[in-house]
């Protein structure tokens, strides 16, 4: 893809309910999260699911997976989302 192409992708997943968190070293990208907010038939209240997760051969094992998975359920329990999934 190109870098507009990411960006319009980066734009249509925000409508839908996506929120995408970057890890950045130096300005190079190293990780990414991606969580979506959905409804569940069996929850009640806000819901959503990490639905891709990598950080770079490198850079594993510094904590940048557990960085990212922190800032993901901070945001989450500040938006009310009672319910997170890894899917």
């Known amino acids: 893809l190109s870098v507009d192409g990411v960006l319009d992708r980066l734009t249509e997943y925000g409508k839908i309910g996506g929120r995408i968190w970057v890890a950045v070293d130096d300005g190079v990208v190293v990780g990414f ?9 069996h929850a009640v209240g806000k819901s959503g699911r990490i639905t891709a997760m990598c950080v770079g051969n490198g850079y594993r094992r510094k904590g940048i997976g557990r960085q990212l998975l922190q800032r993901m359920e901070s945001h989450a329990k500040s938006e009310g989302w009672s319910l997170m999934l890894n899917t």
Do not use: G, I
């Not at 999260?33 to 038939?41: E, I, K, N, R, V």
């Open 33 to 41: 999260l991606s969580f979506q907010f959905t409804t569940f038939f």
